[in-house]
């Protein structure tokens, strides 16, 4: 009977109770969103990175290597020559190199030429394989293309269908004259990797031999002669062990025209530099939440109280201390109960939407799910929504019933 | 038994006591039947209230059946007037988020003395008797005025209650509805012997009741002390 009450005396005020969900709801919404775009920037980054234990590319920024290569962000640093590639593939060290050419796109897509040893290539050893296909085979002669499975959604591509490629990184260039054939589609990667056309780097080779021999990626050098042409922008590097792993990029330090670096180091050495930026979001985001807890206190407090009235009615009924407490407790945890119930799928809501637009607009693919911390989001918020509504409890109890009456 | 013995209520305004009500010395035996009466503002619900233990006197005693209410603890005082005080406010005070017959079983649920699987069973009985039995599943104010106060009554005595104690149950009616509201009163509690105080300032309701319980206004326009007599 008394959650009776609670549940009829909700229901009796559905302004007054709408409200309190309504605000209850918007901070744990703001909450939420606050924990899942700081824990899911962090581990989709990261995620990104795993299947690239080491990189090898172009002298220069790292950090410009890693967009590039893992994000298919940003344009090349430069190319490495192919002879780096041959001596890595036959290094004792190293279980697969495997060669990335960048330099064209399809409607914005990235297509990276690569060699077939990419679809064997696991991100972590035994975990099964990185990029697997859904539909089709995968690529074997120059101009096959293996899509995506971001692409294939997007722009609708099937095994069978043809397409020509742009030169450079943006839609608008100049096309190539090849025709690329669709023969297989991938299983999502939850990676920027959905957001990619897979192509045999020959492709990539051949289609700049007429347009511009000396030009695999955007930045090329000036001089062209033979060896140029087969030139590849990055290589992925499988080391087989991580003291294998250390002694490799011990020896590529020698290297003159090229670098090696561990693109995770790289995103903990970002994470590093943007601290400063993020510390000031999470200050700010702090205020605004510490902010959003008071309304909401305030908002349960003034719902409670303004129930002073009915609980006096029950008093004088005769209910004693402990039914008056349980009503105005399962009152404020129904109201907090439904508020936080709806913050959190409210929450969610926004952060899909944005997982999605970031996907689809910069590739980076945030991680998604529940996180261990929503638990302390749901459990605090809802004891703090019961602990604003027993501040009136405890005052009502102290004031004469009869003033009510 | 009830015995009121030199009770006297204060209560603080801003810096000095005000008295809401003196009464010397009321006994009224068990199954008795007593019109409260005086003028407005001397102090009828504040006595209604002493006795019922919504409110403890600032000095005396006030006894049921030689239990001393107002020495009682609070807890203790909401337990005993959930089983033997049957009260019609006189601003009624029904719940309106619960229906007509969830009215009646929140007050069975806190009594607990009937027993709980003949609990709607009963209300259903008494709201029958009432004439409420078309508007069990209506809300307070889908009721007219008249069909409130029957509800507050069936409220009050729901328990079968020792002690029936109605405020004005009769000012916002109609004659007719008055006395149909007057008699219930007076029926339910001849039948389960309850003593019954009924405050009113309609001299047709006073005309009803064998004895009248008189509060006095001493200094008029400052309630600062009302004593009470009993005439036969």
């Known amino acids: 009977m008394r959650l009776v009450i609670a549940w009829r005396n909700l229901l009796a005020k559905p302004v007054q109770s709408g409200l309190t969900v309504l605000i209850v709801a918007a901070t744990i919404a703001m909450l939420t969103l606050v924990t899942l775009l700081s824990t899911g920037t962090h581990d989709g980054l990261v995620r990104a990175t795993e299947p690239f234990d080491l990189i090898v590319g172009a002298k220069g920024s790292p950090n410009q290597l890693v967009l590039n290569t893992v994000f298919l962000q940003d344009v090349p640093i430069g190319n490495v020559s192919h002879e780096i590639y041959d001596k890595l593939s036959a290094d004792p060290l190293v279980t697969s190199a495997i060669p990335l050419a960048f330099g064209d796109n399809y409607q914005g897509y990235t297509i990276v030429g690569s060699g077939s040893g990419i679809f064997q290539h696991e991100s972590k050893t035994g975990q099964g394989q990185w990029l697997q296909l859904a539909v089709g085979r995968p690529f074997a002669v120059p101009f096959e293309a293996v899509v995506g499975a971001g692409v294939a959604q997007k722009l609708g591509l099937k095994v069978g269908d043809g397409f020509k490629s742009i030169h450079g990184f943006l839609p608008g260039g100049h096309g190539h004259d090849h025709d690329y054939h669709v023969v297989g589609i991938l299983e999502p990667v939850k990676g920027p990797y959905d957001q990619a056309i897979l192509v045999p780097i020959e492709s990539i080779w051949l289609a700049h031999e007429k347009h511009e021999p000396t030009l695999v990626a955007e930045v090329a050098a000036e001089d062209h002669d033979h060896e140029k042409e087969h030139e590849v922008t990055a290589i992925m590097v499988k080391p087989k062990g991580y003291s294998e792993a250390m002694r490799l990029y011990q020896q590529f330090q020698r290297e003159p025209g090229a670098q090696m670096i561990f693109p995770a180091q790289v995103i903990v050495q970002l994470f590093s530099i943007l601290g400063q930026g993020e510390h000031m979001l999470k200050m700010v985001a702090y205020v605004i939440i510490v902010m959003g807890l008071i309304i909401m206190a305030l908002s349960v407090y003034w719902s409670a109280l303004s129930r002073a009235r009915e609980r006096a009615i029950l008093r004088a009924l005769g209910a004693s201390a402990r039914d008056v407490f349980t009503i105005i407790v399962a009152e404020s945890a129904l109201l907090t109960i439904l508020g936080v119930a709806v913050g959190i799928l409210t929450g969610h809501g926004i952060y899909w939407l944005l997982v999605r637009a970031m996907a689809s607009k910069t590739a980076i693919v945030l991680t998604a799910g529940l996180r261990p911390d929503e638990g302390y989001i749901i459990v605090g918020g809802i004891l703090f929504g019961m602990l604003a509504g027993l501040i009136p409890a405890v005052l009502t109890y102290r004031t004469e019933v009869a003033h009510y009456l | ?232």
């Open chain 2, 1 to 232: 038994m009830l015995e009121v013995n030199q009770v006297r209520k204060e209560y603080r305004d801003v810096d000095r006591a005000v008295t809401a009500v003196t009464v010397d010395s009321l006994i009224i035996q068990n199954g008795e039947q007593v019109a409260l009466v005086g003028p407005s503002g001397c102090g009828k619900t504040t006595l209604l209230h002493l006795i019922s233990g919504l409110l403890t006197p600032t000095t005396g005693e006030i006894k049921v059946d030689d239990i001393t209410i107002s020495a009682m603890k609070e807890t203790w005082r909401d337990t005993w007037r959930a089983t033997a005080v049957g009260y019609v406010f006189q601003r009624l005070n029904l719940l309106g988020s619960l229906s007509v017959l969830d009215n009646l079983l929140v007050a069975m649920s806190f009594a607990r003395v009937i027993p709980k699987k003949e609990q709607r069973q009963w209300a259903h009985e008494l709201l029958t008797q009432v004439k409420l039995s078309d508007k069990m599943g209506k809300f307070p104010h889908e009721l007219s005025m008249g069909e409130q106060q029957r509800v507050a009554v069936a409220r009050a005595v729901i328990n079968k209650p020792r002690l029936m104690l109605a405020d004005e149950p009769t000012a916002s009616l109609d004659q007719d509805n008055a006395m149909l509201v007057l008699e219930m009163l007076r029926q339910f509690a001849t039948l389960s012997g309850s003593i019954l105080v009924v405050s009113t300032h309609d001299k047709q309701i006073m005309s009803q009741f064998e004895r009248i319980c008189f509060l006095r206004q001493e200094s008029k326009g400052v309630i600062d002390s009302a004593t009470c007599d009993s005439l036969a």
